[in-house]
C-alpha cells in the first residue's frame, strides 16, 4: 500500500467512524429530548445533527481531495478539505445561534422544567463514551495525514464531551438540586461554545484556502537544509503553502552566472532530492538567477535573502 494510498484510507475511515457515531447520537438524543423536554438536550440533539451532516460533507471533502491531480486540477484536489471545513463551520454557527435563542426563549418564558432526568443523563453517558473513541481514531489519523477536513470535525467533536457533560450537569441541577433556570442557562452556554468551535476551526480552514505561509519554525527548518548544499546563495522570494495533505514550495537562488545549463541543472536536481527527502509531501520549484541579478528592486518580500536573515538569527538568538 503506497503512503497516498494509505491516507486516502485513514481520511475516509475517520470520516465514515465520525458519521456512525453521528447517526447513533441522533437517534438517541431524539428519543432523549422528547422523553426530557430539555433546551440543553435539544441543543445536543441539534449539534449531534449537524455532527451527521458535517461529517458527511467531510467525507465528501476528504474523497475528493484524494484524487490525483488532473488536467483540470494540475495541484491537486487538496483544497476540497477546506472547502468541506468552511461548510462544517457555517453549519455549526447556524446551530449555536438557533441554540441559544431557544435558550433565551425559554429563559423569558420561565418555561425551565424537565423531565426523566434518568433517560437523558444514561443518554448523554452513551454519548461521551462513543465520542471519546471517535476522538481517540481521529487523533490517530490526524497524525499521519494532517488533514484539514478531519481536523475540522475533531475540533466540533472535542466541544461535543463538553456538551454531553454540561446536559448531565444541567439535568441534575434543574430536577435534584431546584436550581430554576439551570437548563436553558447551560443551553446557553452550549450555544456561547459552539460559536467559538467554529471560529478557531475557521481559522485554520482560511488559511489553506488563502494561501497561508508555512509556521516560522517550519520556514526556518526548511531554510537551515537548504543552507548545507554550499553552492547556493542568495536564497530569495521563498514562498509556501499547504493544500490538503500537500506542501507547495519555491524559492529563487544564485548561481555563477558562467556556469553551465548542464552544470546548474545538476546542483539543482541533488538539491531538490534533499530538499524533498526531508518534506516528502512537497512538490519544489527552484528558480535560477546569476549571481548579482536583482529580480524587483521594489518588493522587498521578493529580494529577502534567507540566507543572510538564517545568519543574523542565530538558534540561540
Same mark, same amino acid.
Given at each position: 500500500?503506497?503512503?497516498?494510498?494509505?491516507?486516502?484510507?485513514?481520511?475516509?475511515?475517520?470520516?465514515?467512524?465520525?458519521?456512525?457515531?453521528?447517526?447513533?447520537?441522533?437517534?438517541?438524543?431524539?428519543?432523549?429530548?422528547?422523553?426530557?423536554?430539555?433546551?440543553?438536550?435539544?441543543?445536543?440533539?441539534?449539534?449531534?445533527?449537524?455532527?451527521?451532516?458535517?461529517?458527511?460533507?467531510?467525507?465528501?471533502?476528504?474523497?475528493?481531495?484524494?484524487?490525483?491531480?488532473?488536467?483540470?486540477?494540475?495541484?491537486?484536489?487538496?483544497?476540497?478539505?477546506?472547502?468541506?471545513? =468552511?461548510?462544517? %463551520?457555517?453549519? &455549526? /454557527? !447556524?446551530? $449555536?445561534?438557533?441554540?441559544?435563542?431557544? @435558550?433565551?426563549? #425559554?429563559?423569558? *418564558?420561565?418555561?425551565?422544567?424537565?423531565?426523566?432526568?434518568?433517560?437523558?443523563?444514561?443518554?448523554?453517558? =452513551?454519548?461521551? %463514551?462513543?465520542? &471519546? /473513541? !471517535?476522538? $481517540?481514531?481521529?487523533?490517530?489519523?490526524? @497524525?499521519?495525514? #494532517?488533514?484539514? *477536513?478531519?481536523?475540522?470535525?475533531?475540533?466540533?467533536?472535542?466541544?461535543?464531551?463538553?456538551?454531553?457533560?454540561?446536559?448531565?450537569?444541567?439535568?441534575?441541577?434543574?430536577?435534584?438540586?431546584?436550581?430554576?433556570?439551570?437548563?436553558?442557562?447551560?443551553?446557553?452556554?452550549?450555544?456561547?461554545?459552539?460559536?467559538?468551535?467554529?471560529?478557531?476551526?475557521a481559522s485554520e480552514a482560511v488559511d489553506h484556502l488563502m494561501d497561508r505561509e508555512w509556521p516560522e519554525d517550519e520556514r526556518r527548518r526548511f531554510v537551515e537544509i537548504a543552507h548545507r548544499h554550499p553552492e547556493l546563495s542568495n536564497l530569495h522570494d521563498l514562498r509556501?503553502?499547504?493544500?490538503?495533505?500537500?506542501?507547495?514550495?519555491?524559492?529563487?537562488?544564485?548561481?555563477?552566472?558562467?556556469?553551465?545549463?548542464?552544470?546548474?541543472?545538476?546542483?539543482?536536481?541533488?538539491?531538490?532530492?534533499?530538499?524533498?527527502?526531508?518534506?516528502?509531501?512537497?512538490?519544489?520549484?527552484?528558480?535560477?538567477?546569476?549571481?548579482?541579478?536583482?529580480?524587483?528592486?521594489?518588493?522587498?518580500?521578493v529580494e529577502e535573502d534567507e540566507f543572510a536573515k538564517l545568519e543574523e538569527t542565530p538558534d540561540n538568538a
Open positions: 500500500m503506497t503512503e497516498m494510498t494509505k491516507r486516502n484510507w485513514l481520511t475516509r475511515s475517520a470520516a465514515l467512524a465520525s458519521i456512525t457515531v453521528a447517526v447513533l447520537l441522533v437517534g438517541l438524543k431524539l428519543w432523549a429530548t422528547w422523553r426530557t423536554g430539555s433546551t440543553a438536550m435539544l441543543g445536543s440533539l441539534a449539534d449531534s445533527a449537524l455532527d451527521m451532516i458535517v461529517s458527511m460533507a467531510t467525507f465528501v471533502g476528504v474523497w475528493i481531495a484524494s484524487m490525483p491531480a488532473d488536467e483540470d486540477h494540475r495541484f491537486g484536489h487538496g483544497k476540497a478539505e477546506a472547502l468541506a471545513a =468552511i461548510f462544517q %463551520v457555517l453549519l &455549526i /454557527a !447556524l446551530s $449555536a445561534l438557533a441554540i441559544a435563542a431557544r @435558550a433565551v426563549e #425559554r429563559l423569558l *418564558a420561565g418555561d425551565t422544567a424537565v423531565s426523566a432526568v434518568g433517560d437523558g443523563v444514561l443518554v448523554s453517558t =452513551i454519548a461521551i %463514551v462513543a465520542t &471519546i /473513541a !471517535l476522538l $481517540a481514531w481521529q487523533r490517530f489519523v490526524m @497524525a499521519r495525514t #494532517r488533514s484539514v *477536513a478531519i481536523h475540522a470535525d475533531h475540533v466540533h467533536y472535542q466541544s461535543d464531551l463538553l456538551l454531553n457533560v454540561a446536559v448531565i450537569a444541567a439535568l441534575l441541577l434543574e430536577s435534584t438540586f431546584g436550581l430554576a433556570g439551570a437548563d436553558p442557562l447551560f443551553g446557553l452556554g452550549i450555544a456561547l461554545w459552539l460559536g467559538w468551535g467554529a471560529w478557531r476551526a509556501t503553502r499547504s493544500a490538503g495533505d500537500r506542501d507547495f514550495v519555491q524559492f529563487h537562488v544564485d548561481l555563477p552566472g558562467a556556469m553551465t545549463v548542464e552544470q546548474a541543472h545538476d546542483i539543482i536536481e541533488r538539491v531538490e532530492e534533499d530538499l524533498c527527502g526531508h518534506f516528502p509531501r512537497m512538490e519544489l520549484l527552484i528558480h535560477i538567477d546569476p549571481a548579482g541579478h536583482v529580480d524587483d528592486p521594489g518588493n522587498p518580500l
